[in-house]
């Protein structure tokens, strides 16, 4: 079970670096970001089952992490629209 532990925080790990390594576009750091979420989720489930197997919160979890995940397309499906791309360079705040 501490082997599964380990797989997830390293997961954890490679979705935060590629987070970092692919600011430019919107699409690759909320792919990353989902992946963060499934490691987080992944780890969660391994560390409840470990226990007296409630699974409810992980339920609640997974529901807001899928409502994240809408709210994030939304938000590039907006920006594709609006500015054509998904770049950060062409999203200027102060404008």
Same mark, same amino acid.
């Given at each position: 079970? =501490?082997? !599964? $532990? !380990?797989?997830?925080? =390293?997961?954890? #790990?490679?979705? +935060?670096?590629?987070?970092?390594?692919?600011?430019?576009?919107?699409?690759?750091? =909320?792919?990353?970001?989902?992946?963060?979420? =499934?490691? +987080? @989720? #992944? $780890?969660?489930?391994? @560390?409840?089952?470990?226990?007296? &197997?409630? /699974? #409810? #919160?992980?339920?609640?979890? +997974?529901?807001?992490?899928?409502?994240?995940?809408? +709210?994030?397309?939304?938000?590039?499906?907006?920006?594709?629209?609006?500015?054509? &791309?998904? /770049?950060?360079?062409?999203? &200027?705040?102060?404008?």
């Amino acid at each position: 079970m =501490l082997m !599964y $532990m !380990y797989m997830g925080i =390293l997961m954890f #790990f490679c979705g +935060l670096i590629m987070f970092s390594l692919k600011r430019k576009h919107l699409l690759l750091m =909320l792919l990353s970001m989902e992946f963060m979420v =499934l490691s +987080l @989720y #992944f $780890m969660m489930f391994i @560390y409840l089952s470990s226990l007296v &197997n409630d /699974y #409810f #919160f992980s339920m609640i979890f +997974l529901t807001f992490s899928v409502c994240e995940g809408a +709210l994030g397309l939304s938000i590039l499906v907006s920006m594709i629209r609006t500015h054509g &791309n998904d /770049y950060f360079q062409s999203f &200027n705040l102060l404008w």
